[in-house]
T-cell receptor
Framework: DGGITQSPKYLFRKEGQNVTLSCEQN?????MYWYRQDPGQGLRLIYY???????QKGDIAEGYSVSREKKESFPLTVTSAQKNPTAFYLC?????????????FGPGTRLTVL | AQTVTQSQPEMSVQEAETVTLSCTYD???????LFWYKQPPSRQMILVIR??????QNATENRFSVNFQKAAKSFSLKISDSQLGDAAMYFC??????????????FGTGTLLAVQP
């Protein structure tokens, strides 16, 4: 079955540590996105990538980094510079084909800083 | 900058009844896409329905339909014959038709829908 997987489902981090959240898709989608969700708020865009080896900052990129070495994979690193990293993180992808506009989401990773 | 507003933080509906969730947006663009996503307790975001701004006909997907009023910048979601499985957070989202940096989804703050048996 095609889809988007994120791991781990739950992640605990000590202050000062970097952690990496995994996002993999087998939908052959060109574009991939990382969103952050906080209680009472909608999703906010962290980073996005439209093609391999290229990515752009979203609205709240500070304290985060990404890579896009393969079409299928778009890992997100939450660095120690991110002041308030506890949140729910969602990865999404979208086909680059004409007429395909919706984004499909993975199941998410809940990150908690201890 | 575009914004999306959902003015109903919570809504409740009786099973088998109909409920309408409101969404308004602000944009200066004429071509764009609008979406409703559902986030159940599992927190998986699921696409419910989409609407292209250039289409006058309102989109429908089974029990879900929209009332798209372009001039009023309004995009409400109607759920007919509500089921217990419809209980979830519902997000309205906007996406520009342009590429590049404007390719992102802009989300409202969500409406939490409860379905009463």
């Amino acid at each position: 079955d095609g889809g988007i997987t994120q791991s781990p489902k739950y992640l605990f981090r000590k202050e000062g540590q970097n952690v990496t959240l995994s996002c993999e898709q087998n939908l052959n989608h060109d574009a991939m996105y990382w969103y952050r969700q906080d209680p009472g708020q909608g999703l906010r865009l962290i980073y996005y990538s439209q093609i391999v080896n290229d990515f752009q900052k979203g609205d709240i990129a500070e304290g985060y980094s990404v890579s896009r070495e393969k079409k299928e994979s778009f890992p997100l690193t939450v660095t120690s510079a991110q002041k308030n990293p506890t949140a729910f993180y969602l990865c999404a992808s979208r086909s680059g084909r004409a007429g395909y506009h919706e984004q499909f989401f993975g199941p998410g990773t809940r990150l908690t800083v201890l | 900058a575009q914004t999306v507003t959902q003015s109903q933080p919570e809504m409740s509906v009786q099973e088998a009844e109909t409920v309408t969730l409101s969404c308004t947006y602000d944009t200066s663009e004429s071509d764009y896409y609008l979406f409703w996503y559902k986030q159940p307790p599992s927190r998986q975001m699921i696409l419910v329905i989409r609407q292209e701004a250039y289409k006058q006909q309102n989109a429908t997907e089974n029990r879900f339909s929209v009332n798209f009023q372009k001039a009023a910048k309004s995009f409400s979601l109607k759920i007919s014959d509500s089921q217990l499985g419809d209980a979830a957070m519902y997000f309205c989202a906007y996406r520009s038709s342009r590429g590049g940096a404007t390719n992102k989804l802009i989300f409202g703050t969500g409406t939490l829908l409860a379905v009463q048996p």
